[in-house]
T-cell receptor, first 114, second 109 residues
Framework: DTGVSQNPRHKITKRGQNVTFRCDPI?????LYWYRQTLGQGPEFLTY????????KSRLLSDRFSAERPKGSFSTLEIQRTEQGDSAMYLC????????????FGPGTRLTVL | KQEVTQIPAALSVPEGENLVLNCSFT??????LQWFRQDPGKGLTSLLL?????REQTSGRLNASLDKSSGRSTLYIAASQPGDSATYLC????????FGQGTELSVKP
């Protein structure tokens, strides 16, 4: 399968715990994006990387959130000290800058904070 | 600040009808516009991408148009089928994708 993959697909955690999600983009794509989607809303941009460089971060990305893409391939999104308001679907997408930045999304990680 | 609005929020049609979903955006300085489909609890599937220099794109029963000057895009679905039932999202790319809230489509057999 050459699509975007995300793991885990579901995560249930208790408030205050740390969680980490992983995204594997389409192999030749140089841009990788993280979005968050709550029920009934469209996805909201969190951050994106071009290769290993993090080029933009949304104000939604508080200091409890950190994202990395250490070798320009897969990326991780960590949430520290989770809060109930962090419950959402976290979506990853990737694109190739030379192909009009058409973004392809993974299946998402559903986070539930109890 | 770019804002994207989709109307209607929900739509129910009988099978076989042709339908139009609407998307409007406030800042015409966009790089491209993408239409996505999302099934419940799933990720997004890219349907069509229209570059800012284009007026429309077609894929099978889907046709998307773009009018940058008026800040509008439409997604036309011909001969709708129950399998088309999903939420349809439009998103504009300036530096990042800005999404509308989606139109939830239900096609009744």
């Amino acid at each position: 399968d050459t699509g975007v993959s995300q793991n885990p697909r579901h995560k249930i955690t208790k408030r205050g715990q740390n969680v980490t999600f992983r995204c594997d983009p389409i192999s030749e794509h140089n841009r990788l994006y993280w979005y968050r989607q709550t029920l009934g809303q469209g996805p909201e941009f969190l951050t994106y990387f071009q290769n290993e460089a993090q080029l933009e971060k949304s104000r939604l990305l508080s200091d409890r959130f950190s994202a990395e893409r250490p070798k320009g391939s897969f990326s991780t999104l960590e949430i520290q000290r989770t809060e109930q308001g962090d419950s959402a679907m976290y979506l990853c997408a990737s694109s190739l800058v030379s192909s009009y930045n058409e973004q392809f999304f993974g299946p998402g990680t559903r986070l539930t904070v109890l | 600040k770019q804002e994207v609005t989709q109307i209607p929020a929900a739509l129910s049609v009988p099978e076989g009808e042709n339908l139009v979903l609407n998307c409007s955006f406030t800042d015409s300085a966009i790089y491209n516009l993408q239409w996505f489909r999302q099934d419940p609890g799933k990720g997004l599937t890219s349907l069509l991408l229209i570059q800012s220099s284009q007026r429309e794109q077609t894929s099978g029963r889907l046709n998307a148009s773009l009018d940058k000057s008026s800040g509008r895009s439409t997604l036309y679905i011909a001969a709708s089928q129950p399998g088309d039932s999903a939420t349809y999202l439009c998103a504009v790319l300036g530096g990042k994708l800005i999404f509308g809230q989606g139109t939830e489509l239900s096609v009744k057999p």
